[in-house]
């Protein structure tokens, strides 16, 4: 049974930092696909972030430069570390796990998901 957690979520205020941290549980990881997805208020569910197995990341245009995803095989983790945080950042933030290769930030139907951790973002 795969478990993801997610935790670090919270408020901050335009400009702050927050990161996010994703442990997943059941065996090892290392060859699956990682991301995070957000679901703002009235919005549909969007894709943040990938990360693949080799560290190859993917961003959603309005994150790029401004959040980091990163990996750690060994403690099956995941993070999202969230820099000049904005009002439109405030969503609920999902991490994400798939093994298909070719699962990205597009798509909506990874396979195990997290119970998702609130961030928002105040002017």
């Known amino acids: 049974q795969v478990q993801l957690v997610e935790s670090g979520g919270g408020s901050v205020q335009s400009g702050g930092s927050l990161r996010l941290s994703c442990v997943a549980s059941?065996?090892?990881?290392?060859?699956?696909?990682m991301g995070w997805f957000r679901q703002g208020p009235g919005k549909e569910r969007e894709g943040v972030a990938t990360?693949?197995?080799?560290?190859?990341?993917a961003y959603l245009d309005s994150v790029k430069g401004r959040f980091t995803a990163s990996r750690d095989n060994a403690q099956n983790t995941v993070t999202l570390q969230m820099n000049s945080l904005k009002p439109e950042d405030t969503a609920l933030y999902y991490c994400?796990?798939?093994?298909?290769?070719?699962?990205?930030?597009?798509?909506?139907?990874?396979?195990?998901w997290g119970q998702g951790t609130q961030v928002t973002v105040s002017s």
């Open positions: 994400a796990l798939d093994p298909r290769w070719w699962a990205d930030l597009l798509d909506d139907e990874w396979q195990y």
């Open positions: 990360i693949k197995p080799g560290n190859r990341t």
């Open positions: 059941g065996h090892s990881y290392s060859h699956y696909q």
